[in-house]
């Protein structure tokens, strides 16, 4: 990829552009949440619809000359209703944050209740964090992964619902390996009559495929990410059904946002047209079991997997029982400095600091778009257990360095 463009205009942009693109084709993207869209959805989101004024929704817009505009959110719409088969989808949101904003604008008055997960255990900011909006907006209360198992503790969502009256229950994580009972969280809400959020940010993807259960049809609310698992770009997307869709609508538009990113809303729609081909099953199917393949190289080693393993794209692990002296970003920056991207995570039962943690999280949902299988995964794993066990040697960092490249060679991005 040539930005030629840019580099007559400002080639320092056009510089770091091309490294970024250089970066991303020579390191293993591992980050959980980060993929790599295809070219036809960068074409889109570089498009001149950044130029258009589109406030409001197709057919009632604030500005002339919408048609393209509508032509394509219309595009959008009608492609996530047929991935996620949900009555009504607002695709505006410019990222899963907002996404959320949009329902806890649409629903609740400040002051009003949230119970969700806590962030150590998995949660997500915008599920009431005091360093966000919604701590400082909403009373939080939160739940968390039973201790023991790393799963979700379903008996004391419904205890804590009980005693704290939430008006809205945030099921949905960013660090969870596990499937999420949306039924059970359903249930809970429904006997204390909250609403229920399903933040599938993570796993947008999964489910779109069917290899992850829906909570579409379930909960009232379910927002997800467009540039996680499936792979549409940078962005968010809200779902609900015909009851909340105008509350939904009026609380993204003029409620949180103005104008929507229009060009991002085209690479949405191309995204989506991606993600409805057969194809995009294989990939999704692939990611899983890429990650579990993953799990299962680290616990041959001795890594402690939390959970002990995986349902979706993602592996957690827990370094204290094996490595008690290797913090999370220590381990982040030797895998870095071997070309291996990915990031320090809080771990259930934290003991260091949020900065520098207890844990790694690994992703495949990129590798498996560059083409990973099984066997390919599997030597990822030792590569990162050597790195891990190893942190401090230089000689090992920079063979499996080698190595990577290697890897990234044989399973070429952005050709
Ligand atoms: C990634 C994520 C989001 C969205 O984050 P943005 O960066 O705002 O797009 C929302 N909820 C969860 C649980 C997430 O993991």
Same mark, same amino acid.
């Given at each position: 990829?040539?930005?030629?463009?840019?580099?007559?205009?400002?080639?320092?942009?056009?510089?770091?552009?091309?490294?970024?693109?250089?970066?991303?084709?020579?390191?293993?993207?591992?980050?959980?949440?980060?993929?790599?869209?295809?070219?036809?959805?960068?074409?889109?989101?570089?498009?001149?619809?950044?130029?258009?004024?589109?406030?409001?929704?197709?057919?009632?817009?604030?500005?002339?000359?919408?048609?393209?505009?509508?032509?394509?959110?219309?595009?959008?719409?009608?492609?996530?209703?047929?991935?996620?088969?949900?009555?009504?989808?607002?695709?505006?949101?410019?990222?899963?944050?907002?996404?959320?904003?949009?329902?806890?604008?649409?629903?609740?008055?400040?002051?009003?209740?949230?119970?969700?997960?806590?962030?150590?255990?998995?949660?997500?900011?915008?599920?009431?964090?005091?360093?966000?909006?919604?701590?400082?907006?909403?009373?939080?209360?939160?739940?968390?992964?039973?201790?023991?198992?790393?799963?979700?503790?379903?008996?004391?969502?419904?205890?804590?619902?009980?005693?704290?009256?939430?008006?809205?229950?945030?099921?949905?994580?960013?660090?969870?390996?596990?499937?999420?009972?949306?039924?059970?969280?359903?249930?809970?809400?429904?006997?204390?009559?909250?609403?229920?959020?399903?933040?599938?940010?993570?796993?947008?993807?999964?489910?779109?495929? %069917?290899?992850?259960? =829906? *909570?579409?049809?379930?909960?009232?609310?379910?927002? +997800?990410?467009?540039?996680? #698992?499936? /792979?549409?770009?940078?962005?968010?997307?809200?779902?609900?059904?015909?009851?909340?869709?105008?509350?939904?609508?009026?609380?993204?538009?003029?409620?949180?946002?103005?104008?929507?990113?229009?060009?991002?809303?085209?690479?949405?729609?191309?995204?989506?047209?991606?993600?409805?081909?057969?194809?995009?099953?294989?990939?999704?199917?692939?990611?899983?079991?890429?990650?579990?393949?993953?799990?299962?190289?680290?616990?041959?080693?001795?890594?402690?997997?939390?959970?002990?393993?995986?349902?979706?794209?993602?592996?957690?692990?827990?370094?204290?029982?094996?490595?008690?002296?290797?913090?999370?970003?220590?381990?982040?920056?030797?895998?870095?400095?071997?070309?291996?991207?990915?990031?320090?995570?809080?771990?259930? %039962?934290?003991?260091? =600091? *949020?900065?520098?943690?207890?844990?790694?999280?690994? +992703?495949?949902?990129?590798? #498996?778009? /560059?083409?990973?299988?099984?066997?390919?995964?599997?030597?990822?794993?030792?590569?990162?257990?050597?790195?891990?066990?190893?942190?401090?040697?230089?000689?090992?960092?920079?063979?499996?360095?080698?190595?990577?490249?290697?890897?990234?060679?044989?399973?070429?991005?952005?050709?």
């Amino acid at each position: 990829m040539k930005y030629e463009q840019v580099r007559t205009i400002d080639p320092a942009v056009a510089d770091a552009l091309e490294a970024e693109v250089d970066r991303q084709r020579e390191t293993l993207s591992m980050i959980a949440s980060e993929n790599h869209v295809s070219e036809a959805v960068l074409e889109a989101q570089g498009s001149a619809l950044t130029n258009k004024y589109a406030e409001g929704y197709p057919g009632k817009r604030y500005y002339a000359g919408c048609e393209y505009a509508d032509e394509i959110e219309e595009l959008a719409i009608a492609r996530a209703k047929e991935l996620w088969g949900a009555e009504h989808v607002n695709v505006q949101p410019h990222s899963g944050t907002q996404a959320n904003m949009g329902v806890y604008l649409a629903m609740l008055d400040p002051g009003d209740k949230i119970l969700s997960l806590e962030l150590e255990h998995g949660g997500h900011l915008s599920h009431g964090h005091p360093a966000n909006f919604t701590g400082q907006t909403y009373e939080v209360e939160q739940y968390q992964v039973d201790p023991d198992t790393g799963y979700i503790d379903y008996d004391s969502v419904a205890e804590k619902a009980d005693e704290f009256t939430p008006d809205i229950i945030v099921s949905g994580y960013s660090a969870y390996p596990r499937e999420v009972d949306f039924q059970r969280i359903q249930d809970v809400a429904d006997a204390v009559g909250a609403y229920h959020l399903a933040d599938i940010a993570h796993i947008t993807g999964l489910v779109a495929a %069917g290899v992850h259960a =829906s *909570p579409v049809g379930i909960a009232d609310f379910v927002t +997800g990410s467009t540039h996680k #698992t499936v /792979r549409a770009g940078r962005g968010g997307i809200i779902m609900t059904t015909e009851e909340h869709a105008s509350a939904i609508d009026t609380a993204v538009f003029p409620g949180a946002q103005g104008g929507p990113l229009m060009h991002n809303i085209a690479g949405k729609a191309v995204g989506f047209k991606e993600a409805l081909q057969p194809e995009f099953t294989a990939y999704a199917e692939q990611v899983v079991t890429n990650a579990k393949v993953l799990a299962e190289t680290f616990e041959d080693h001795g890594l402690e997997v939390v959970s002990g393993g995986t349902d979706t794209h993602l592996v957690l692990v827990d370094l204290r029982e094996s490595h008690p002296d290797l913090s999370g970003g220590t381990a982040e920056d030797s895998l870095a400095a071997a070309n291996i991207i990915l990031n320090a995570n809080t771990v259930p %039962g934290e003991t260091r =600091s *949020p900065f520098d943690p207890s844990g790694i999280r690994a +992703g495949t949902p990129g590798l #498996t778009t /560059r083409g990973f299988d099984e066997n390919d995964i599997a030597e990822v794993g030792e590569l990162i257990y050597e790195v891990v066990d190893n942190h401090d040697s230089d000689d090992v960092i920079y063979d499996v360095g080698e190595r990577v490249k290697e890897l990234c060679d044989a399973n070429p991005l952005y050709e």
